[in-house]
């Protein structure tokens, strides 16, 4: 029996294109049979919150300020060419015209093909988050010593 394929990605950023990365990478992956963990932490778990845009999410007012500044998955912005707002709105555009999956079509991609999500326990604690923050497609809530043993034996990228 050949051994299982598995790809664990850290998200680190929560920036438009490299969550695009991320999620490009593990619905890739999960398509032609991989196994995929992608573990989010700090900004990178924008991308799992179920609130979209900007919210007051956090235990405390300079948490909620957090999470007002980064906001959700609707409010990423891009890591370079910004313009103020408007770049991940350019960047779809686009994307919609060259037929290629925006974003959001590519979060719900990954629910669709079973790529594992989980978010960091630490910096869960660190923002003032709490598991009901995020999407019910989290698996789960992690170490970093647990998302270690679940990605032995595979490749790990850091984006």
Not at 7 to 18: E, Q
Not at 47 to 66: E, H, M, Q, V
Not at 85 to 112: Q, S, W, Y
Request: aromatic letters at 12%.
């Amino acid at each position: 029996m050949a051994d299982t394929k598995k790809l664990s990605i850290i998200a680190f950023s929560g920036d438009f294109d490299k969550l695009t990365a991320v999620f490009t990478l593990a619905t890739g992956a999960a398509a032609v049979g991989y196994e995929v963990n992608v573990f989010f932490t700090f900004w990178g778990l924008d991308a799992i919150k179920k609130k979209l845009g900007r919210s007051p999410l956090g235990s405390n007012w300079l948490t909620k300020i957090f999470g007002v500044m980064m906001g959700g998955l609707h409010s990423a912005p891009t890591s370079r060419f910004n313009f103020f707002g408007i770049g991940p709105g350019i960047f779809r555009h686009l994307m919609r015209k060259n037929n290629v999956a925006t974003l959001e079509e590519l979060v719900e991609a990954a629910k669709l093909l079973g790529v594992n999500l989980y978010a960091c326990e630490m910096a869960m604690h660190v923002l003032g988050l709490k598991r009901e923050d995020f999407i019910p497609e989290v698996k789960d809530v992690l170490g970093v010593a647990s998302f270690l043993k679940l990605s032995d034996g595979g490749q790990t990228l850091f984006i």
